[in-house]
């Protein structure tokens, strides 16, 4: 999507299939002309063949007729055809960026359930291949069948044109007159829903501490909301349904009235009575077609609309050049963070140099921004003033999916994803076996994998369901070793861990820094970052301490306490030495 202007995606999907649309308008300009075969029959037998009792001259028009109608379906299959091709064409062209899209926004705002808007490219891609679409095309071609009413005769043409005004008149009605009300309740259905997927996920927490009932009856409040504003959309809707459906019986009732009364005072013939009939039926066709499809053509308005909302909020990607691997120099410049959808900084004036290939600890109380600051050095979150810069390249410079290769990422809420073990350590990528048992054992992971029923080719759930917590932050750190990041961040890597897995933690870390990958690793237990070349202490989300470990550890045992710290017990890195403790905080 690099380099596209906000609206491009749904213009370039259009854009794409427009030749297609082109093609299946001239079709039903034909299609349309061939309907003409039946009333133009019935006035021919009517008003020839019964009067001539010509059997060669029936078998002649019959043939002809045929041929029309034989032309017409085929007309017909091609035009749905080239519509089914034209929406996979749409859905290549758009379903793509927009998923981007959809990530991007569900960064910025991560509880709008945004991803409900791929539903949308769906939405469109059925409109333009269905029904709703080709009553569109065939709609400006009905003023064909209405000069042949006003041919027939101008009463016919008047009633034609008065009834067709009326059919798309209460269909705007109740378009107008239900709008409100249906997006109210789908609006309020979908918080409902919201609200009761959140509530699932926390469904172990139900059940022990006995918060359903609680839970349950806020969801109801929503559910009957929503229930009540549809009933009432749907009261009005019923109303104004009947009354169409009152118009069109009573159209095709009095065309058949007003050409006898034509025919009795021979205006008009028997046949064109009946043609007139036909013809009258082929001039509302598109229109009560058009309100058949009402919903189709409303809801596929309303997706564009959230599409295009969505797009012009979050903005594209902007077009980068390629930039080399970077070597890990990580450098902030008065950098100040707030959270998606707040102006509150929880980052304040943080100006850092790490240098490439070492190892740093981020270590201060809970709440002082050390998650904060690491979600916006990997690019998770934008900063809302000051720089990132990576190897001396600010990171708006970087390609996201490009620089995102060469990092490694733990965050505190470890999330696999489903596929098996060995495509998340991939990272869903081509996969080297080799490789990847490799930085398995690297991670200190093998043994563990191996244990699952299928090994490597277990299949994990929807966020690593099926193993404990410990497990899958232990596979989640494989996943961003995978690949010989540049830069690798540990957000509270030891949070699920036994003692074994905190003494695999240790030695992967002394992989990574014998590799020369800078490391960042956030802790609350410093015995963690014994080997580590510099330690930063966050506190209040500014920069309270920073420089070597003896150095800001020692200010932790005057003071000064950090409230959040907890002695670790004692951890000796590769190359033996023993970095200091604080003492335990009372705070």
Known sequence: MSGRTTESVLRDGLGAIRPVLSTVFVFAFFTNLLLFAAPLYMLQVYDRVLLSRNEATLVGITAIAALALAVYAL????????????????????????????????????????????????????????????????????????????????????????????????????????????????????????????????????????????????????????????????????????????????????????????AIHREISAGSMIAASIIMGRTLAPIEAVVGHWKSLTAARGSYARLAELMARVGPEPERVALPRPRGLIETESLVVTAPGSSKAILQDVSIRLPAGSLVGIIGPSGAGKSTLVRAITGVWPAASGAVRIDGSDLRHWDPQALGRHIGYLPQDVELFDGTVAQNIARFGPQDDAAIVSVARRAGCHDLIQALPDGYNTRLGAGGHGLSGGQRQRIALARAMSGEP????????????????????????????????????????????????????????????????????????????????????????????????PKRSAG
Not at 108 to 118: C, D, N, Y
Not at 208 to 224: E, K
Not at 509 to 530: F, S, Y
């Open 75 to 262: 007309l017909e299959m091609l035009r749905s055809r080239l519509l089914v091709r034209g929406g996979v064409i749409f859905d290549r062209t758009v379903a793509g960026p927009v998923f981007a899209i959809v990530h991007r926004a569900t960064l910025l705002r991560p509880q709008a359930g945004h991803e409900s808007i791929l539903r949308d490219v769906g939405v469109l891609r059925e409109f333009l291949t269905g029904g709703a679409f080709l009553a569109l095309c065939d709609l400006p071609w009905a003023s064909l069948f209405l000069v042949a009413c006003f041919i027939l005769h101008p009463w016919f043409g008047w009633m034609a044109l008065l009834g067709g005004g009326t059919l798309l008149g209460l269909t705007l009605l109740t378009d107008l007159t239900t709008r409100r009300a249906l997006d109210a309740a789908s609006n309020a259905a979908r918080e409902a829903g919201d609200r009761a997927r959140a509530t699932f996920r926390g469904g172990e927490v139900l059940r022990a501490m006995g918060m359903l009932g609680a839970l349950q009856t806020r969801w109801n409040r929503r559910h009957a909301e929503a229930i009540l504003l549809q009933a009432r959309a749907s009261d009005r809707a019923g109303l104004l349904a009947a009354a169409t459906k009152f118009a069109r019986m009573f159209l095709q009732t009095m065309v058949l009235g007003l050409g006898a009364y034509l």
């Open 486 to 581: 540049s830069l690798i961040v540990l957000d509270e890597p030891n949070a699920s861990l036994d003692q074994t897995g905190e003494a695999a933690l240790i030695e992967a870390m002394a992989d990574l820094r014998q590799r020369g990958t800078t490391v960042l690793v956030i802790t609350h237990k410093v015995g963690l970052l014994a080997g580590a070349d510099l330690i930063l202490m966050l506190e209040g989300g500014t920069l309270g301490a920073a420089g070597p470990p003896d150095q800001v550890l020692a200010q932790l045992s005057g003071p000064r306490p950090v409230p959040a710290l907890v002695k670790a017990g004692p951890a000796v890195p590769p190359d033996g030495r023993r970095g200091a403790e």
